[in-house]
């Protein structure tokens, strides 16, 4: 069962850049053209003050989920494209459904494979929410996450005005959260 009091405060850089509510972006959203020049700057050894970075491409999907955080969905794939690791084409699928291919970002959440993030969303309890609100409603198959059918939620809201976006964006704030913390504890060794 997921704990939303349990996601951590990053301290700098990351405390600055770090706007949760952009997370629930569905679309490519609009550039933060204020945080170009701090993203463009980003280095793992930034990110990661003082600490020793354990996987290199784990603290670069960090880097990629900034990017997409503040809306440079170019810049990110960049990164991504590059990160040959199930959480590179997590990041990757998330970009592409952002953007409204959604076929492409099928084709990276099969890329994916079984990842530790499909548990934690699949195990979200509705009540965290309010009054249930997520039961019965999660894109779930066989009580496992279904990227596939997040990315089909996600476009019949975005394209179609159809389904409920709220829900949307939580899940799809949820699944940043979550998957930038497991990049981010990989990347230091604490995972």
Known sequence: MVDLTTIPRYGEPLASLIVLD???T???????EGKR?????????????????????AA???????????HFLDESHHVSQAIDTPSGSFWHGIMHRREGDYSNAKYWFRRVGSHQVYESLASVP??????????????????????FRFVDMCEDVVVRGKGDRELCQILARLEWELLFKNCHDRAIGAA
């Open 26 to 32: 569905l679309d490519a959203g609009a550039f933060q």
């Open 126 to 147: 509705g009540e965290q929410f309010g009054q249930g609100r997520l039961t019965g409603s999660l894109p779930l198959a066989e009580g496992q996450w279904d990227p």
């Open 60 to 70: 670069l999907c960090c880097i990629s989920a900034l990017w997409l955080l503040h």
């Open 37 to 57: 020049e701090q993203l463009k700057g980003l280095t793992t050894e930034l990110v990661f003050p003082g600490q020793t970075v354990v996987d290199q491409d």
């Open 22 to 24: 952009e997370a629930e």
